[in-house]
């Protein structure tokens, strides 16, 4: 057991817990009872005259400052762990976890993540509700990075159930089945070699204009066609801003929850429902409906985004968190430049995005600051690759 996962032990953290309190009852109470001894103490000798008063002073100041030296015990030991740096870190770790509600978080933690590994080991639908109800109870508290690897495992074992039937669903329409989605061909292949484009992991995307279902709106001075869902994409903006269902409505609380912002705001736009608060950012309602889809070819995955929009359904992209591209955040996509004609050709900057930090309809261009961005490029060695969330 390593140090971190030796702190993260439920039962661990109440030995830690217990010491704690013991020692801070210890280093309270043990000088009260020196302050009243000592003034007991000088009050016998007061009485017994000024000769026994002055032996006692010595003992008296003595008292005292043992009495100081116990009660700084606990801030004395704080600071030394504060210097110590890793060489004490599994205890600093452990101290600092060590607290009613971090216990109450690993008691839910250690059963989703043994679900998680179980799911992994043996795939199958009952085990996979067993996952995704145990991932439920800490998504609303958990940290976001292990929730959000923990989602990841989850799609990758729901894909490898589900294989079998999505992928003869997929050959019945004629389409190419590749890493859980099913690529669809629209047009003759044979008869349309100019304008298919085939890219590494040999995914072919057809060179037809998908977007005639979809709706046409303006935004900041440029055409976008946007998904046709029974909300209009502006006015559920709008509605996610005044109702508070964003990050920056409250960004102690709510910064660390971008991706379970993006989902309910997915879910609700695919829906039509805006009925939403802050707190259902948080919990990630909606985090059940979508899969996860990674690739290394930006384009290829860019020309998945345009397949899912051009049917309607809103798609969560990973885009980086700063200026900088050193941390990553997560948005809705709606639509895309009215120019764009093809999945072989929309850009990122062609996107048209609902922002979970502050639920705003904004476009993907340099201005914005928002681009594509992998985990690697930010910092998250495990994230690898282009990332999206698309509706099952």
């Known amino acids: 057991m390593s140090g971190i996962e030796f702190c993260e032990n439920p039962g661990i953290l109440r030995v830690f817990l217990i010491l704690r309190t013991t020692i801070n009852i210890i280093c309270v109470v043990l000088p009260v009872l020196i302050v009243i001894i000592t003034t007991i103490s000088i009050g016998k000798t007061v009485v017994n005259g000024e000769e026994d008063f002055k032996k006692e002073i010595p003992m008296v100041i003595k008292r005292l400052i043992a009495a100081l030296i116990v009660f700084m015990i606990p801030s004395i030991t704080k600071t030394v762990f504060s210097l110590t740096g890793d060489d004490l870190s599994a205890v600093n770790t452990c101290n600092n976890n060590a607290t009613k509600e971090r216990i109450k978080y690993f008691e839910l933690v250690t059963p989703a993540k043994r679900a998680v590994d179980d799911l992994e080991k043996n795939p199958t639908k009952y085990t996979l509700a067993k996952a995704q109800d145990a991932v439920a109870q800490i998504a609303s508290q958990g940290e976001e990075d292990l929730v959000i690897s923990l989602l990841t495992?989850?799609?990758?074992?729901?894909?490898?159930?589900?294989?079998?039937?999505?992928?003869?669903?997929?050959?019945?329409?004629?389409?190419?089945?590749?890493?859980?989605?099913?690529?669809?061909?629209?047009?003759?292949?044979?008869?349309?070699?100019?304008?298919?484009?085939?890219?590494?992991?040999?995914?072919?995307?057809?060179?037809?204009?998908?977007?005639?279902?979809?709706?046409?709106?303006?935004?900041?001075?440029?055409?976008?066609?946007?998904?046709?869902?029974?909300?209009?994409?502006?006015?559920?903006?709008?509605?996610?801003?005044?109702?508070?269902?964003?990050?920056?409505?409250?960004?102690e609380i709510y910064g660390g929850a971008c991706l379970g912002f993006s989902y309910t705001h997915a879910w609700g736009l695919y829906k039509g429902n805006t009925n939403y608060s802050a707190e259902d950012g948080k919990n990630y309602v909606g985090a059940g409906n979508f899969s996860t889809y990674v690739n290394d070819n930006e384009q290829v995955l860019l020309g998945v985004v345009y397949q899912q929009l051009t049917q309607n359904k809103p798609v969560i992209i990973q885009v980086n968190g700063n200026k900088a591209g050193t941390s990553r955040h997560f948005v809705t996509v709606v639509g895309f430049k009215d120019t764009v004609k093809s999945a072989n050709d929309i850009k990122a900057t062609d996107l048209l995005i609902i922002d979970s930090w502050d639920g705003k309809l904004e476009t993907m261009d340099a201005q914005n600051s928002r681009f594509l961005t992998t985990g690697a490029q930010c910092g998250k060695k495990d994230y690898s690759g282009y990332r999206i969330q698309y509706l099952k």
Not at 167 to 175: D, M, P, T
């Open 153 to 251: 495992r989850i799609s990758v074992a729901e894909n490898k159930i589900n294989a079998d039937e999505i992928r003869n669903e997929c050959v019945k329409k004629g389409g190419k089945y590749v890493n859980g989605y099913c690529y669809e061909h629209t047009a003759d292949n044979n008869n349309n070699n100019n304008n298919n484009n085939t890219n590494d992991q040999n995914i072919t995307f057809s060179g037809e204009d998908l977007s005639t279902g979809m709706t046409l709106i303006s935004v900041g001075g440029q055409n976008y066609k946007a998904i046709n869902t029974p909300i209009d994409v502006a006015s559920f903006s709008n509605q996610m801003i005044r109702r508070g269902v964003r990050q920056n409505y409250n960004s």
